[in-house]
């Protein structure tokens, strides 16, 4: 089982849920988070609308999902396609994590790995 | 008075006393989400404290005939204090309490964020009895000495805006700077600037036309004055902003309109349209630039009470004695109020400075109070720290 997530524009994370069930994930999860990657983070007062200050506080969305292992390279795909704007895709797009899983389990029922995902 | 008075009056002190739950939104927004509830709690136990003092012992020593700089306990605890609406005593004095209870919490805007809480309480009896009761009293008694001497200040631009300044500046020298704020504080929330600003404009309106204590001509023109130079200060504030940082801050207009109002209060009595709209334009370019410059001080007023309320309050007294119409003011080629208004400043600059340095030099000593929250509670927000409460429960456990 791979665990994969994305970071990814706010703005993109309906296109890249829909595309996440139609490459066959049986769910996911999302969390607001800020921070810094090659973007340099934005622009804020900082001092009563006077001053600006660059803070490393970029809005961004995690998309994680944990598929079986053959799903994987459909998935990123997937997500590749859904996130990636303009032509040839443009800094701020986002970065996906790709790791193992060593298990999992269904609270309801106890089933484990592939069954439970 | 008549019954118009009495009526528009109780409105009006009801309409001073909602700019301090203002206030609190207004300073609230502005700090970091570990200190809302101290940072609105400063302002709001002002009107249990302050409302107490004022009672018991305050009004008496501002507005007792007891001389030209104090006044006396003949009115302690409001004895002969008439609720007659036929002189209107305790309608004054009811009036006069709520301008008691905002000027200290002003000055809490300095001092956000690190000063401990049970000292403030001590901080607030004592400020009120031995600095804002005195410089009441010189300033609005008919016995005082800058009220003989003739300086003009209608609703309280030295009184409750220069002090306060210049008290915030001690206070913030005094508690020292605020952990970890080196890169600068973005405020929390920026809503509650803009609803904090917005209830403080609509108080000002008691506060400024309220102070000719009538429901007459005066009032409408002070009305007037008050809303014309907030708007011109807000609209200054914006375009400024813009023009150093290509974008238009909220936070900026809030803090634009408030110096505006603050700039207008000594003059609302005085001046006119147009001389409102010099006063707002002095009071956004003067107060933008003193926010900038402020930076470059060693001193931590975290919310720029000395930027907007003492450099505010400065240009409004002496905006009074160039702007005042009526062949009082520079502009009608008379310097003698303005003259007046700068003994008045420097007067209550220095009073205030010494004495509210004083203040807080014995309470830091005090065994049990001192003036600075233990460092661990200031990392940890004083919400948590010294109230047990958070502004933000997010977490969903119970």
């Known amino acids: 089982m791979i665990k994969i997530e994305a970071v990814v524009r706010p703005e993109r994370v309906n ?11 049986g769910g996911y999860h999302i969390a607001n988070v800020t921070g810094k990657g090659t973007q340099q983070g934005v ?40 996130s990636r704007t303009g032509e040839d895709g443009q800094i701020g797009d986002g970065k996906i994590f790709v790791s193992p899983v060593s298990e999992v389990i269904r609270v309801r029922t106890g089933e484990k790995d592939a069954a439970a995902l | 008075m008549d019954s118009g008075s009495v009526a528009w009056m109780i409105m009006a002190s009801a309409l001073v006393l909602f700019m301090t739950p203002g206030l609190a939104f207004f300073y609230g927004g502005l700090v970091r989400g570990k200190n809302v509830v101290s940072t609105v709690m400063y302002s ?16 008496s020593l501002a507005f007792g005939e007891g001389g030209q700089f104090i006044g006396n306990f003949d009115f302690v605890g409001f004895k002969d204090v008439s609720s ?6 305790m309608l004054f004095a009811i009036f ?46 008919g016995d005082g000495w800058l009220f003989e001497l003739g300086a003009l200040d209608f609703a309280g631009g030295t009184v409750v805006h220069i002090n306060a300044g210049i008290a915030a500046v001690v206070a913030a020298y005094l508690v020292g700077k605020r952990r970890g704020v080196d890169r600068g504080v973005e405020p929390h929330n920026v809503p509650f600037v803009i609803l904090g600003a917005g209830i403080l404009w609509f108080g000002w309106f008691g506060f400024n036309a309220g102070s000719g204590l009538a429901a007459d001509g005066l009032a409408i023109s002070a009305f007037l004055v008050t809303n014309t130079a907030a708007a011109v200060a807000l609209v200054v504030w914006v375009i400024l902003g813009h023009i150093h940082t290509g ?7 809030a803090t634009g309109a408030v110096a505006g109002l603050v700039a207008i209060t000594p003059a609302s009595g005085f001046v006119g349209p147009m001389g409102a709209i010099a006063v707002g334009l002095g009071a956004g370019v003067l107060t933008f630039y003193a926010v900038r410059i402020r930076y470059k001080f060693g001193f931590d007023d975290a919310l720029e009470v000395m930027a907007v309320h003492g450099i505010g309050g400065i240009w409004g007294a002496l905006a009074t004695g160039i702007f005042a119409v009526g062949g009082i003011g520079l502009v ?59 502004a933000y429960v997010g977490d969903g456990a119970d």
């Not at chain 2, 003994?343 to 005090?366: G, M, P, Q, R």
């Open chain 1, 15 to 25: 296109l890249v849920v829909e595309a996440l069930i139609d490459a066959g994930c």
């Open chain 2, 332 to 390: 009608d080629g008379d310097a003698e109020v303005l003259g007046y208004n700068v003994v008045a400043v420097l007067a209550t600059i220095a009073y205030s400075f010494i004495v509210t340095f004083i203040i807080l030099k014995i309470l830091d000593v005090i065994p049990g109070l001192g003036l600075r929250a233990e460092d661990a509670d200031e990392d940890a927000g004083l919400d948590i720290a010294l109230h047990g409460e958070r």
């Open chain 1, 43 to 82: 622009e804020v007062f900082t001092g009563r609308g006077a001053t600006i200050t660059t803070r490393a506080a970029l809005p961004k969305t995690v998309v994680t999902t944990v598929v079986k292992a053959d799903k994987k390279d459909a998935v990123v795909e997937a997500i590749i396609v859904a």
């Open chain 2, 84 to 89: 007659d609406p036929a002189d209107g005593a």
């Open chain 2, 247 to 253: 974008k238009m801050s909220a936070v900026g207009a």
């Open chain 2, 44 to 59: 709001f136990v002002s009107m249990g404290v302050v409302s107490v003092v004022w009672v018991l012992w305050g009004y």
């Open chain 2, 96 to 141: 006069q309490m709520m301008f008691a209870i905002i000027t200290p919490a002003l000055i809490t805007g300095a001092i956000a964020e690190r000063f401990k809480f049970t000292t403030y309480l001590v901080f607030l009896v004592a400020w009120i009895t031995f600095v804002y009761a005195p410089i009441a009293h010189w300033v609005w008694a």
